[in-house]
């Protein structure tokens, strides 16, 4: 049995504390140390479970926000962000991402339309400061401010089925009011004025909630929501279902499936982007892109034979010629089968197309399929 | 969890169970405890030659693969195909749940093993 370890100055939320009393198995992500996941439930499988049958709850603070206010905030943000914001109506938000002036991308964000030219990104966690910076240096020549409030926050995700039946006990907003991808602010666990937002990161239903950072505050919070979660089970969740959940639900992960060297089209993520809206960074390259064809698209795998196509891993064609690789492979703890994420060429993203990837000395068969890998059945 | 005071183990959290001039071989509760779920199980083919502390395979659970360490060398007389399909066996009963079989090649292999009571106070110190 090989084994790991990792030590170092890693950054914490205000709620390191609370997941090392309950046990939490924690890695370094990203810089940060985290919990991967709670041994105590029952672990990873039991918490991707309990997400998509139940409720469950994430510490997700250590992810970004950058708050852009100004009369020329809307401006700044349709600069630097390639969806179309002015779209976004008061209390809705968007996926989008920020792009380089070579039409890769600085990073993916849920752009929050807070108030008439007051935007909140959310962005990743392993890359704040780079894109408070891009933020920061990019919005300069427009009327408006950028701040990094990201530390003012513990934000809280609560996903699944039960997830608007536990927050609901906790606030007198009505939830079922709040549609998919919108936001309200209310009085969450006493406090005032709390963002409740109907996004997340597991393809289930589900909010998040932004409370204050102190850890008093924070603890209590979290407190709250498993007493409430209590009758339908909920579960404390790390990154490690986190994983599991987003890629069952195709979606990107920086650094994996978008990063600084992969475009928007190869990504899939053309519907994000609104060619036709004012200009934007990374808009002139991305029609040259268009125009010289793909090399290599974002396809679907689930493998055939047995083992477990991993992120890295190469892939090769029929003929044995080495075509492209994984950026996000697991076994997938509620489809019961192993699926991957993979760049490959065109000419092999057909679904139902074969291809065979090296897991360690074996070559293991996939398959190409339908993405999302899950989707979660429609509310009747 | 108790260690079973007739296995002997290795640093890297296999076990051997030895009978006469063959031993099953499977990793510890520690183990699969850190391990998590286990879902995927790769072993060797019977009639393999593996070496002492070198890999003979792997265990996977969802977030991570990990090598498999020959406690002694040998040869592979059998494989537990019932891994294949239900790798949980692991999680459920590590000190049960053998993965292979070895003729040994030199019983005096074991002698650089830890006993349970070695193995034991190894683990609590790794805490």
């Not at chain 1, 039409?103 to 408070?132: C, S």
């Not at chain 1, 490690?240 to 992969?262: C, Q, V």
Request: charged residues 25%.
């Amino acid at each position: 049995m090989s084994s790991s370890t990792t030590t170092g100055a890693l950054r914490k939320t205000a709620l390191n504390e609370l997941h090392r009393r309950l046990g939490a198995k924690m890695v370094d992500f990203g810089g940060w140390d985290m919990p991967v996941e709670y041994p105590a439930g029952g672990g990873l499988m039991k918490e991707h479970l309990g997400v998509r049958t139940g409720v469950g709850i994430f510490d997700v603070s250590h992810m970004g926000d950058i708050h852009i206010r100004g009369p020329q905030a809307l401006d700044a943000v349709q600069w630097i962000s390639m969806n179309d914001a002015s779209r976004l109506q008061e209390g809705q938000a968007h996926y989008s991402a920020l792009l380089y002036p070579e039409g890769t991308f600085v990073d993916d964000v849920i752009v929050h339309k807070m108030g008439p030219n007051d935007y909140l990104l959310v962005i990743n966690a392993g890359t704040r400061e780079k894109d408070y910076e891009w933020v920061r240096k990019n919005v300069s020549r427009f009327r408006c401010h950028a701040d990094d409030v990201g530390n003012y926050y513990t934000q809280i995700a609560i996903q699944g089925p039960k997830a608007e039946a536990t927050l609901q006990k906790l606030t007198e907003v009505d939830l079922s009011q709040i549609k998919n991808y919108w936001f309200k602010h209310g009085t969450v666990c006493g406090l005032p004025n709390t963002l409740i937002a109907r996004t997340g990161y597991t393809a289930e239903d589900g909010f998040e909630i932004y409370v204050p950072s102190d850890v008093p505050t924070s603890e209590r919070v979290w407190t709250e929501v498993m007493a409430a979660g209590k009758e339908f089970g909920v579960l404390p969740c790390g990154l490690g279902a986190r994983n599991t959940l987003r890629l069952e639900g195709k979606m990107a992960l920086y650094g994996h499936e978008i990063s600084d060297t992969i475009n928007v089209w190869e990504a899939a993520l053309d519907r994000f982007c609104k060619m036709e809206k004012t200009d934007f960074i990374g808009r002139a390259a991305l029609d040259k892109a268009k125009a010289a064809g793909l090399s290599r698209v974002l396809a679907g795998l689930e493998a055939v034979d047995r083992g477990i196509p991993r992120d890295g891993y190469k892939v090769f064609d029929r003929a044995g010629s080495e075509v492209g690789y994984i950026t996000s492979g697991s076994y997938a703890p509620f489809l019961k089968k192993s699926i991957a994420l993979a760049y490959v060429p065109p000419s092999e993203s057909e679904i139902d197309n074969e291809v065979f990837v090296q897991v360690r000395s074996e070559k293991v068969k996939c398959k190409v399929v339908p993405t999302p890998f899950y989707k979660r059945p429609k509310k009747t | 969890m108790a260690y079973p005071k007739e296995y002997k183990y290795t640093k890297e959290h296999e076990w051997i169970q030895v009978q006469g001039s063959t031993g099953a071989v499977g990793i510890t509760d520690h183990a699969q405890e850190s391990l998590g779920d286990i879902v995927f199980v790769e072993l060797p083919k019977v009639g393999a030659e593996v070496q002492a502390g070198k890999s003979f395979g792997t265990v996977e659970s969802v977030k991570a693969v990990s090598e498999l360490y020959a406690p002694v060398s040998g040869k592979v007389t059998a494989i537990n195909e019932e891994l294949n399909q239900s790798p949980e066996t692991v999680n459920k009963d590590a000190h049960k749940a053998w993965m292979i079989k070895l003729a040994l090649n030199n019983p005096k292999d074991l002698d650089a093993l830890l006993s349970a009571e070695q193995y034991e106070a190894y683990i609590a110190e790794e805490k």
